[in-house]
């Protein structure tokens, strides 16, 4: 077995937000995401097939949800669930560090 470390093989640089897919398996995706000052479209939303559990592992975000308007900050530690088809954005994440999360999605 290898062991990877989540932390570990994060350009400085980061132009665009890095997604990699660490697991996928017929009836669940895992993520890692790494985001230093990126956000959403305006005009985008995420609308899932899938269940998402995402945890901010170190770094500060802020989602909203499209129905509430609902601005959500997360900080390292934080974690939630965001059902199907709920419509939500990236509204904002830290420009000075980098956030990374991970996403767990699954029916």
Not at 42 to 48: E, G, T
Not at 51 to 57: A, F, K, N, P, Y
Not at 76 to 82: M, P, R, S, T, V
């Amino acid at each position: 077995m290898k062991i990877l470390n989540i932390l570990a093989g994060i350009s400085p640089e980061l132009p665009e937000e890095l997604t990699q897919v660490l697991l996928d398996r017929d009836d669940l995706r895992i993520e890692r995401i790494v985001s230093r000052g990126q956000a959403s479209a305006a005009d985008f939303w995420y609308d899932q097939e899938q269940d998402e559990w995402v945890l901010v592992i170190c770094g500060r975000a802020r989602l909203q949800f499209e129905a509430s308007g609902e601005l959500v900050d997360m900080k390292a530690g934080d974690y939630l669930q965001i059902p199907a088809h709920t419509r939500h954005r990236v509204d904002w994440t830290d420009p000075d560090q980098k956030t990374i999360w991970l996403a767990v999605f699954c029916p």
